[in-house]
């Protein structure tokens, strides 16, 4: 079997309610630059492909459908695309790909932000596309009426990753000539229009930022988000409860060998055995006042049986998996230093970084520049 990519989803204290409430949590760090550089730098202590950074349009909710007024959990959170710029600079191998909700968000600022982090980051960038149709988040902008029909925000979806992809292919990769004896910067003849016109979106470009060091960054998405259009996305997170869900769902979204992933979320809690990890996230569901429950599936116990169930979905038909601790001050180490050196004695997983890029590190290819006509395209 190909080794096996690994990212983890990063949020607040962790994925667990009650987790900013646990030793080492740091609660009166969760808004600074320090805690999210330090968290980020233990993922890349353990060589993960990429974490990604949770972020929303309204305040974190015990409920999908509406806010809460809960005072017992995290709310807020900093800006995803402007801690990963933060972060960027601090780091020298992992990805970093930030959430961002496209339904009340610009496309061509979006394609500015993530291509100034790839420049930032010198291409470890990525972003993991979100949609929203809820009423009290469309409320903090104005501009139209909620909800509306998930396929319409699906489809929105779609054309905002072309506008984007086709904004980081406006300018060509050697666009800038940067010729101080001629007095030429850039190569006017080798900036594009993009023209796009759709339903949602009317963009001439060219976009203000040159193209990104990846040629475009790594675009990521839930199982839907986009669809049924998942061609347009590098991938697919899926959250299947087991390896025969994994194979019904892997069937509908493979691609040819080699240009898209499909990652498996999970949420995990580790302990050195079975008893402590039971312990532990029962002790966390008590101090939240109810069983923590979530759309993907949930895997309390050891990293070894961790690996095992990792590399029985792989054989199902997965490339990856998008881990999420249930505390980040505990599971975090737990995988760069329990898991990932139980998946190295395995063979299943690296055991140094062999890429510059996002796109390398996952085997990705750099995508031509559809404008351009040259040999540097």
């Known amino acids: 079997m190909p080794e096996l990519h690994l990212a983890v989803a990063l949020d607040g204290a962790g994925a667990h309610p009650a987790a900013w409430r646990e030793p080492g949590a740091r609660p009166d760090e969760l808004f600074t630059a320090r805690y999210w550089a330090d968290v980020v730098a233990e993922a890349e202590t353990g060589l993960l492909d990429f974490v990604t950074f949770d972020d929303g349009l309204a305040?974190?909710?015990?409920?999908?459908?509406e806010p809460d007024t809960r005072t017992d959990h995290v709310r807020g959170r900093l800006d995803a695309v402007l801690t990963a710029a933060r972060i960027?600079?601090?780091?020298?191998?992992?990805?970093?790909?930030?959430?961002?909700?496209?339904?009340?968000?610009?496309?061509?600022?979006?394609?500015?932000?993530?291509?100034?982090?790839?420049?930032?980051?010198?291409?470890?960038?990525?972003?993991h596309i979100q949609t929203s149709g809820l009423p009290h988040e469309a409320r903090h902008f104005g501009r139209?009426?909620?909800?509306?029909?998930?396929?319409?925000?699906?489809?929105?979806?779609?054309?905002?990753?072309?506008?984007?992809?086709?904004?980081w292919d406006s300018w060509e990769d050697d666009a800038e000539i940067r010729d101080?004896?001629?007095?030429?910067?850039?190569?006017?003849d080798k900036l594009h229009y993009v023209d796009f016109k759709g339903p949602y979106f009317?963009?001439?470009?060219?976009?203000?930022?040159?193209?990104?060091?990846?040629?475009?960054?790594?675009?990521?998405?839930?199982a839907g988000t986009a669809a049924p259009r998942h061609a347009l996305v590098d991938l697919v997170y899926i959250t299947p409860r087991d390896a025969d869900e994994v194979r019904a769902v892997t069937t509908l979204l493979t691609p040819p060998p080699g240009t898209r992933h499909v990652?498996?979320?999970?949420?995990?809690?580790?302990?050195?055995?079975?008893?402590?990890?039971d312990a532990r996230r029962a002790r966390l569901d008590a101090q939240a006042g109810a069983p923590y429950g979530t759309d993907s599936a949930v895997f309390t116990g050891t990293p070894g049986r961790l690996a095992?169930?990792?590399?029985e979905w792989q054989q199902a038909g997965?490339?990856?998996?998008?881990?999420?601790?249930?505390?980040i001050a505990h599971d975090l180490p737990a995988i760069t230093r329990g898991l990932v050196p139980e998946l190295q004695r395995r063979s299943a997983f690296r055991r140094g970084y062999r890429a510059d890029t996002l796109r390398g590190l996952l085997g990705l290819p750099r995508p031509a520049n559809r404008y351009a006509t040259g040999p540097a395209a």
Not at 88 to 97: D, K
Not at 144 to 167: K, M, N, S, T
Not at 180 to 188: E, H, N, Q, S
């Open 59 to 65: 305040l974190q909710s015990a409920s999908a459908a």
């Open 88 to 127: 960027a600079p601090l780091t020298r191998h992992i990805g970093l790909v930030p959430g961002v909700t496209v339904t009340h968000t610009e496309p061509f600022h979006l394609s500015k932000a993530l291509a100034t982090l790839d420049h930032v980051s010198r291409g470890r960038a990525g972003v």
């Open 144 to 167: 139209r009426e909620f909800p509306v029909p998930v396929g319409e925000l699906a489809g929105e979806a779609a054309d905002h990753i072309e506008v984007i992809r086709r904004l």
């Open 180 to 188: 101080t004896a001629t007095g030429r910067f850039i190569d006017r």
């Open 202 to 222: 009317s963009v001439r470009g060219p976009s203000i930022t040159p193209r990104p060091p990846q040629g475009q960054p790594l675009v990521t998405a839930r």
């Open 263 to 277: 990652f498996a979320d999970l949420t995990v809690f580790l302990d050195e055995d079975q008893r402590a990890a």
């Open 308 to 311: 095992d169930l990792l590399q």
């Open 318 to 327: 997965l490339s990856g998996f998008r881990l999420r601790p249930g505390v």
